[in-house]
């Protein structure tokens, strides 16, 4: 993606089928035409879906698979959790996507979705959800991880 950075937010709806447009800032940042394919996975922390460019989600695979041991069984069932949860999705000529039924539950996601540029990912909320988010702390939490010196 180089100095290219997935920021701002954007509102949208998800059709009957589960579709839904991959907003054109986005598109464009990405350089997603037809057949651009990304992979979807929940977050691991909270509600909402997670979109990931194929170099961005094998950076952290990799970075995941170096701190993990083969010979461990609970690294390999994390392992195995963490990739069987993510499926690819691919653009098609109109920049529409498919989210996966099991996806739109995991994040209760119904009609609408908010897209949120996270600099490397895309997420996809809920708009109720993302908006219930506890935002009150965050120039408190800035401050202090900021201000922390560097090693």
């Not at 447009?21 to 977050?43: C, Q, S």
Request: a neutral charge.
């Amino acid at each position: 993606m180089g100095n290219n950075r997935l920021i701002g937010t954007v509102d949208a709806k998800v059709d009957m089928k589960g579709r839904v447009f991959l907003p054109a800032i986005f598109r464009r940042v990405l350089g997603a035409r037809e057949d651009y394919r990304l992979i979807l996975r929940k977050d691991i922390f909270e509600d909402c879906l997670v979109l990931y460019t194929e170099e961005e989600w094998y950076r952290r695979l990799d970075d995941l698979r170096s701190k993990l041991s083969v010979w461990n069984q609970k690294h390999q069932e994390l392992f195995r959790k963490y990739v069987a949860d993510a499926d690819w999705i691919v653009l098609d000529s109109s920049g529409r996507f498919l989210i996966p039924k099991r996806y739109l539950k995991m994040a209760s996601i119904e009609q609408e979705v908010t897209f949120v540029g996270m600099d490397d990912t895309i997420e996809i909320w809920n708009p109720r959800k993302l908006l219930s988010e506890n935002t009150d702390s965050v120039g408190k939490e800035l401050e202090s991880i900021m201000n922390q010196p560097t090693l």
